[in-house]
């Protein structure tokens, strides 16, 4: 994703003022980056740490400016179990997970901040079979809960089979919008390829 | 042969890796002994007795091992956050300077409040130096690691020019030998940093300070939402600014907190140790330079650092105390070198493995994971 340079930015009626991933992050945006390894974690640190990345400022994971390591690797368990990561437990480094379940520790965070906008850039890229089904089933999960979710992919059967409504973006602009029912791999495609006809 | 990353660090290896290259350290130092006729194991036996067991040896290392646990820790807070001062040295100096001042300045004043001040001085001077390469890199995305080091010679000849080449406040201009051989001003005996004796070794303030400081360094970076963030931005930056960390104002905070530990260790120079503000000796004894090797072997941890900087502090102490006519300056530090050397090569194996295995030629393929 790049920095905005013009326009502006509306969650829930909030204005948000842009640039500053904090204030988006307070007005209720989750969002699960393109790059897992890097930017989704921090690979050298704990599970425990991964999942409160956003949640350390406030109870029950910190209280004022101490840490409650405790509490932190209580809420990692938690996590750990319900969404059945793979693993040896909460104090193993983020980057001995394997894609999938790495994928579903960030999920996991971003779903724990109850929000109000989930943005997903491309969050099946590189998963395995079993890893992609599980990413679209929280997908839909959080679409059911009432969170609107905006998800960028480049593949157009993930888009079709999960979205109601299909914008489609060539070079910078937006050049079409569709009712995901109606629409056809071969028809967004051509839009995404700059197709003119398509329009 | 293969070097792979460990996926697991199995807990033996932190105790074993040192000890193994120890005796690897001195198989060399033996084999460079018995080329230079001296006899090992009365050498090694001398250097031990040296450094921890002749009468006074402790007292002596834990002179040598204070300014090495000052710059440690300044680098090690540093370091965690992948942010690379290497100004350690400089920042001493800023301190040995800005501590020196103060207790001039309060002459007259009693010890308590001339000592807490040097102290805030000390660490004051260190912090506004490491703020500069900090600030630069901040805002600047200046590489900090040249800026940090190239202060290093600015502040090395300012502190040159206040004693040689100035009549500055901070030197001594009375009396007949002052224009032959300039040094600093005798500092006001209230500045004199306390010391305890406990059988015979002398604890200076400094190095209680130190060990303060070193579980102070610790309880930061652990248990607060500063050293969370600290440990996210050091492991990846790009995750600190997803995170919304404000990245900016920590690397400018961390690089203060670097140098004021380092110009605490400038100040504790004057106080404890040397009492007046001494350009040859602080330039000649690299207390910086060796506080980067020392976090380095800590692996960056706190206690760590203490640890080795209270071991790196006997082998010096050993070495002054081993050179003499039978036993030249340059095998000392050829002694000195090879620990060193082999103390931070034997690191790699705590990271990383050695496989070795046999080709299979072209056919063979990795089975999928």
Redesign the interface.
């Known amino acids: 994703m790049r920095p905005a340079t013009s326009g502006t930015i509306r969650v829930a009626g909030r204005t948000l003022h842009g640039g ?6 307070a007005a209720g945006i989750a ?1 699960v ?1 393109e ?1 897992r390894l ?8 704990s599970i425990a ?1 991964n999942v409160v ?2 949640a ?2 406030r109870p029950p994971a ?1 209280r004022g ?3 409650l ?1 405790r509490k932190i690797r209580d809420l990692a368990q938690r996590v750990i179990e319900r969404y059945d990561v793979r693993t040896s437990g909460p104090d193993v480094p983020a980057w ?1 997970l394997s894609g999938g379940n790495l994928q579903k520790v960030v999920l996991a965070r971003e779903f724990s901040g109850e929000p109000v906008l989930l943005v997903a850039a491309s969050p099946t890229r590189g998963l395995d079979v079993a890893g992609i089904e599980t990413v679209h089933s929280y997908l839909r999960e959080a679409a059911t809960r009432g969170v609107g979710v905006l998800l960028i992919s480049e593949d157009l059967d993930e888009i079709l089979a999960l979205a109601d409504r299909v914008v489609v973006m060539y070079e910078g602009a937006v050049v079409g919008e569709r009712e995901a029912e109606r629409a056809t791999v071969e028809e967004v495609g051509l839009l995404m390829a700059g197709g003119e006809e398509a329009r | 042969m293969r070097i792979e990353r460990r996926l697991e660090q199995p807990r033996w290896l932190v105790v074993v890796v040192p000890v193994v290259s120890l005796v690897v350290a001195f198989a060399f130092a033996t084999v460079v002994l018995l080329a230079t006729h001296h006899a090992p194991l009365h050498t090694f036996r001398r250097l031990f007795d040296a450094a921890f067991l002749s009468n006074g040896a402790l007292t002596e290392t834990v002179v040598a091992a204070t300014p090495l646990a000052f710059t440690g820790l300044a680098a090690a807070v540093a370091f965690r956050m992948n942010l690379f001062n290497i100004g350690g040295e400089g920042q001493l100096y800023a301190g040995a300077i800005t501590g020196a001042t103060a207790s001039l300045l309060l002459a007259g004043a009693p010890s308590p409040v001339a000592i807490g001040l040097m102290m805030l001085a000390g660490a004051a001077g260190g912090a506004v130096l490491a703020a500069i390469p900090g600030i630069l890199r901040a805002f600047f995305a200046t590489n900090e690691i040249i800026t940090s080091l190239m202060l290093n010679y600015v502040v090395a000849l300012v502190i040159d020019y206040l004693i040689f080449d100035s009549h500055s406040y901070l030197r001594d201009t009375s009396g007949f030998q002052a224009n032959v051989f300039p040094q600093g001003k005798q500092l006001p005996d209230a500045a004199t940093w306390s010391s305890w004796t406990i059988h015979g070794l002398v604890v200076p303030l400094g190095a209680l300070v130190a060990l303060g400081l070193a579980v102070a360094v610790w309880a930061l970076y652990s248990r607060t939402r500063f050293g969370f963030e600290v440990r996210v931005i050091g492991d990846s930056a790009r995750a600190g600014r997803y995170a919304g960390m404000r990245t900016r104002r920590k690397i400018l905070a961390v690089m203060c907190l670097s140098g004021a530990i380092a110009g605490l260790g400038g100040a504790s120079q004057d106080g404890d140790f040397r009492h007046q503000l001494d350009p040859r000796g602080l330039t000649q004894a690299n207390y910086g330079y060796a506080g980067i090797v020392v976090a380095a072997l800590a692996r960056y941890n706190p206690f760590a650092v203490v640890l080795v900087a209270f071991l790196l502090g006997g082998l010096q102490n050993a070495g002054y105390t081993l050179q003499g006519a039978d036993f030249p300056n340059g095998l000392v530090g050829v002694l000195q070198g090879l620990i060193l050397f082999c103390a931070l090569g034997g690191e790699l194996f705590v990271r990383y493995r050695v496989r070795f295995e046999r080709r299979r030629g072209p056919a063979a393929v990795e089975p999928a994971s």
């Open positions: 500053d991933p904090r204030e988006a992050i969002y980056p790059d890097g930017t989704g974690v921090a690979p050298g640190l740490n990345l956003k350390y400022r910190s400016p101490l840490l390591p001995q």
